[in-house]
């Protein structure tokens, strides 16, 4: 339509009552069979649509309408995006001021969380466990430390040995700390520069199947593994790369150096014993009757006597002129610049405690007191004691490099 077009729209005059305002008001109008577009006007202001088709003059409102409905749709999520920080900052301040402690441990973890609760309860301070694996151990956790030692994330190592403790202390993982008790506990179960502290241990221990062996026959000394009369399998030990089994092959190398060291496990394979994935498993295949004897680790043995298992369990080499049974304490450290210190040494006075000490021998079965007396309380330990294995733990830890090389060379080549 063309400009004249527009010319023709009758115009209808309108008076307001008390006020000299003109409405005009544009009617639809048929042109060419094509119905046009009014427009409104009121006090005489008037848009500069007059002269756009009825298609654009639609468009254009339509885009205005756009624009508004997306200038609102923004202003609401930027109230909203505003909420939700205030709400996490709100959550987050909240949540800092309750105290925790991060603790790294390869205590297994059935009996550490229930350590964890009870510290909990007494402190008030939430405990933030890191556990390991098993196939990994100790191993995993030392070398996160290590590779942590620069910014640490943990606060406490609560290992379930001692060799990797030793070792992470003597590379300055650790900071020195005395725990309340730790006068309780004998020297050689904690570090001269308290740099760690030993509470509970376990022992190295042969777990019997009953029924496939008559006591007689029963082994009494890790020697005794050795014998020629032992078929195929009739043996197990856990593989000799991680956790406690690679601290006794470095106690070995330690007292008797690579020949001695040598001599054990090249044995054993040319016996064509078992080896597994870890101490557990060594259990289970004695349990099943699989195996007849295995090398494991005091716990290991008590769960299965405690549930109804046909197996016993011996403390090895403890005649009067053998060498006596490697005994594993656990040890807790104070890891250097970690986040909570004042948190960490509580922990540390509580687990190094004699509550501490006993709590864990009631909930770890087969863990007993570094205490001797407190070790009396426990009835599957023998009337006069487990005589201990005398070596030096810095020494045995000092040999886990070596033994960790040789035992590679034979298991992994």
């Known amino acids: 339509m063309d400009r004249q077009s527009f010319q023709h729209f009758p115009v209808v005059e309108l008076q307001s009552q008390g006020q000299h305002s003109t409405h005009r008001k544009r009617k639809p109008v048929q042109s060419g069979g094509k119905i046009m577009q009014c427009q409104c006007y009121e006090n005489n202001e008037r848009q500069d649509t007059s002269m756009l088709p009825s298609n654009q003059f639609a468009d254009k409102i339509n885009t205005e309408q756009k624009t508004r409905m997306s ?11 505003m909420i939700a920080i205030v709400m996490i900052a709100f959550v987050s301040g909240c949540g800092s001021n309750e105290p925790e402690v991060i603790i ?26 890191v556990f390991d694996t098993e196939a990994a151990k ?25 060799s990797h403790t030793i070792r992470l202390a003597a590379e300055g993982i650790f900071a ?8 309780d506990i004998p020297a050689h179960f904690r570090d001269a520069q308290d740099l760690w502290t030993g509470s509970g241990q376990r022992a190295r221990v042969l777990i019997i199947n009953k029924n496939s062996l008559p006591e007689e026959v029963w082994p009494k000394t890790l020697d005794e593994l050795l014998d020629e009369k032992w078929q195929p399998e009739q043996i197990t030990v856990a593989r000799p790369l991680f956790g406690t089994t690679n601290t006794q092959a470095s106690a070995m190398f330690a007292r008797e150096g690579e020949e001695g060291l040598r001599r054990f496990f090249e044995t ?8 597994v994935d870890g101490n557990a498993t060594t259990r289970d295949r004695v349990v099943a009757g699989t195996s007849f004897v295995g090398l494991t680790d005091s716990d290991d043995a008590i769960v ?20 006596g049974t490697l005994l594993i304490p656990n040890t807790a450290a104070l890891v250097k610049n970690g986040p909570s210190s004042t948190q960490a040494k509580a922990f540390l006075d509580f687990i190094t405690s004699a509550e501490g000490e006993l709590l864990l021998t009631r909930l770890g ?3 007993f007191p570094i205490r001797k007396d407190l070790a009396t309380q426990l009835e599957w330990l023998p009337a006069n004691g487990v005589k201990e294995l005398q070596i030096s733990l810095p020494q045995v830890a000092g040999a886990i490099a070596s033994t960790s090389a040789i035992l590679s060379e034979m298991f992994l080549q």
Do not use: C
């Open 71 to 81: 200038r609102r749709k923004h202003q609401f999520l930027a109230v909203v995006i």
């Open 176 to 183: 020195p700390y005395r725990p309340a008790h730790a006068e």
């Open 104 to 129: 790294y441990t390869s205590v297994d973890q059935p009996f550490a969380e229930p350590v964890f609760k009870a510290f909990t309860d007494k402190t008030g301070i939430k405990v933030r466990p």
């Open 365 to 367: 079965e087969g863990f």
């Open 268 to 275: 054993l394979k040319q016996r064509k014993a078992a080896f």
């Open 138 to 162: 100790t191993v995993g956790l030392a070398n996160r430390l290590r590779a942590e030692s620069a910014a640490p994330r943990a606060d406490v190592f609560w290992s379930s040995e001692f």
């Open 304 to 323: 299965a006597i405690k549930r109804g298992d046909p197996v016993a369990m011996i403390f090895p080499d403890q005649g009067e002129s053998q060498a």
